[in-house]
């Protein structure tokens, strides 16, 4: 096999770095990550100015390459020079410093870069750690990442479909797959003052579920167990379509 890794921590970043060791026991590895963090950029791209792609450093099957765009850039400018002319065959986005359940979905760097892999066909996993420290215990996380890519060796994952991998901070209780929890952010910035007393906002906030959200993937991990959770690209709301017709039939 042949993997390529990304992250949106940058390519230094522990995480990355232990995932990288560990997943070369399926083959070759080629890391191709921003050159700093990135949290936060789900799926921008940068458009104003050119990339560049520098090669790091080269050891037996490891290739490791930075790039000075967001984690999508990364993943695109990889299949557009490294892979041009073989696809990997697995894309995996992580390990994250910090959880990505829930509404995270929608802003996650890691997301972002997993998802790049799935619009490209390419089987894809975003890997998350509930702990934002730079040098976590990776252990468990690392063992799960292994155990669902076995299972993605196993069975190919549907068309337009990707895995969004979470590991509580915690020893888990197991895996569970379920589906992400729909919520919102609460308590969103600090509101203080610069040095010269303009009025400053700092971005920080928690996740709140919606109250008639059933258990999922924000209260799993929560609660202990690693989760897993297939996430797809269409995001249609097929069970209103009819119903939206008809409201534009009726408004014509």
């Known amino acids: 096999m042949h993997i390529l890794l990304s992250n949106d921590d940058g ?31 789900s799926g921008a791209i940068t458009t104003t100015q050119p990339l560049r ?19 999508v850039d990364c993943v695109k400018l990889a299949l557009n020079t490294l892979f041009v002319d073989q696809r990997p065959d697995l894309i995996i986005s992580g390990i994250n ?41 990776f252990s468990d996380s690392i063992d799960y990442t292994i155990r669902v890519v076995k299972m993605m060796l196993e069975k190919p994952l549907p068309w337009q479909t990707m895995l969004s991998l979470n590991v509580p901070k915690t020893k888990p209780k197991g895996l569970k797959v379920c589906p992400m929890t729909v919520g919102r952010f609460v308590e969103e910035f600090v509101h203080s003052e610069d040095g ?10 928690r996740q709140d579920p919606a109250e008639d959200t059933k258990e999922a993937d924000w209260h799993y991990l929560k609660d202990g167990w690693a989760t897993l959770t297939p996430l797809q690209l269409d995001c249609t709301n097929y069970q209103w379509l009819e119903e939206l017709e008809a409201l534009a039939q009726r408004s014509a």
């Open 11 to 41: 390519f230094r970043a522990a995480g990355i770095q232990e995932l990288a060791q560990a997943m070369l026991a399926f083959g070759q590895v080629t890391i191709v990550a921003p050159d700093g963090p990135r949290s936060g950029f």
């Open 53 to 71: 792609l520098k090669h790091r450093a080269t050891e037996g099957n490891l290739a490791v390459y930075s790039c000075e765009g967001t984690p």
């Open 97 to 137: 410093h910090g959880s990505n359940e829930g509404i995270c979905v929608s802003y996650s760097g890691t997301l972002g870069a997993a998802r790049e892999g799935c619009i490209y066909g390419i089987p894809s996993l975003a890997v998350s750690l509930d702990d934002t420290a730079w040098h976590p215990d």
């Open 196 to 205: 010269k007393g303009k009025r400053i906002h700092w971005l920080t906030g």
